[in-house]
């Protein structure tokens, strides 16, 4: 079974101030922390499920290009 996941910063548990999401900001730290919880979370669950293939994507990426809110979900990724 493949999963695609598409994953937004605003959609977080805990971002309830756009300083949250503003990678210049000491909030945003926080922010990407709940974020890379939440979707290796979801791929723990998908894989528990079944999952053989997960691809996630990071909504903004394109946005910042080279930043993403998922620093350090690309090393969470290859743990699990």
Not at 7 to 32: F, N, P
Not at 45 to 56: F, P
Not at 57 to 75: A, G
């Amino acid at each position: 079974m493949k999963i695609d996941i598409s994953a937004d910063i605003e959609g977080i548990i805990g971002v309830t101030h756009w300083d949250g999401t503003d990678l210049g900001k000491e909030d945003s730290t926080i922010s990407r922390q709940q974020m890379t919880a939440e979707v290796a979370a979801v791929c723990e669950g998908a894989l528990r499920a079944g999952a053989t293939e997960i691809w996630v994507k990071d909504d903004h990426t394109v946005e910042f290009e080279t930043d993403s809110y998922f620093e350090i979900l690309r090393f969470m990724l290859f743990a699990i």
